[in-house]
């Protein structure tokens, strides 16, 4: 018995460690400047990952010192949080699948479409009554002045790849338009107006830019896709390796039971 707990406590502290990469995850997905604005997709994945972390620690309690009725509690709780991070995981994947980005000629970057993305992404961040909010949380952020620090020179900025979907979309009318680059955020003198209704919607104005524009509610999309995508990788490695640890410790509190029983 005293073999099968301290397999099941070492697991545990595994199970325990496996909360940090989580944890950690969600706090990078909350630090950005995007998921800052947008209240609705900050914390569950932090959240989640410091309750795996306090049951892990229940559990490993509960191994270290022969407490049946905690790890008990430690493989109930453990079966429901995992339960719960694969359905985050899932929804995640699925709620950002479609891409709504796109291609342009002689550009380095890409722009993007509203309609490209999920409908529940559209309905629930864009097209909520806090795009207000957004906006105005967006226009006080250094998203867009800071382009203005790394490219000086039109040939810079059109080539570079490193402009992301948000300042695609909010920090520069859309190339269809035919603006003249001043600056990264200052642009002249359009020869296509007709060719998206966002043409219209630009403003030299720092503090007005394009964040009015469909384009920059994609672009806050595409940033949230991407952030969520790479975010995804890690929480797939961790939840794949939290079911690991979790079926061997049922497996390991099992057979302590069975080997008390049988001294009894």
Same mark, same amino acid.
């Given at each position: 018995m005293a073999l099968a707990n301290n397999l099941t406590a070492i697991l545990n502290l595994l199970a325990l460690l496996c909360s940090i990469p989580i944890t950690a995850s969600g706090i990078w997905l909350a630090s950005k400047p995007d998921s800052e604005c947008v209240n609705l997709l900050r914390w569950p994945v932090v959240v989640l990952g410091v309750l795996i972390?306090?049951?892990?620690?229940? *559990?490993?309690?509960?191994?270290?010192?022969?407490? #049946?009725t905690l790890l008990a509690v430690y493989l109930c709780y453990m079966a429901i949080l995992i339960g719960l991070l694969l359905v985050v995981l899932i929804f995640a994947f699925v709620v950002t699948r479609p891409d709504g980005s796109y291609q342009v000629p002689v550009r380095g970057y890409k722009e993007y479409r509203l309609e490209g993305f999920s409908d529940w992404l559209r309905e629930n961040v864009v097209d909520s009554r806090d795009w207000g909010k957004i906006r105005a949380c967006l226009a006080d952020s250094n998203v867009c002045p800071e382009l203005s620090q790394q490219f000086i020179t039109a040939d810079q900025f059109f080539s570079s790849s490193s402009i992301t979907p948000l300042q695609s979309g909010c920090c520069k009318p859309p190339t269809a338009c035919g603006y003249n680059f001043v600056n990264p955020t200052l642009w002249l003198n359009p020869t296509n107006m007709a060719a998206d209704a966002d043409c219209y919607l630009w403003n030299n104005d720092q503090s007005q830019l394009c964040y009015n524009c469909n384009s920059c509610k994609a672009g806050l999309l595409g940033n949230l896709r991407k952030d969520w995508r790479k975010a995804n990788l890690i929480l797939?490695?961790?939840?794949?390796?939290?079911?690991?640890?979790?079926?061997?410790?049922?497996?390991?509190?099992?057979?302590?039971?069975? #080997? *008390?029983?049988?001294?009894?």
């Open positions: 972390l306090v049951v892990s620690a229940c *559990g490993f309690i509960g191994a270290y010192q022969h407490k #049946e797939i490695i961790t939840v794949v390796v939290l079911i690991w640890v979790y079926v061997i410790a049922c497996s390991a509190f099992r057979n302590a039971q069975t #080997e *008390g029983r049988f001294r009894k």
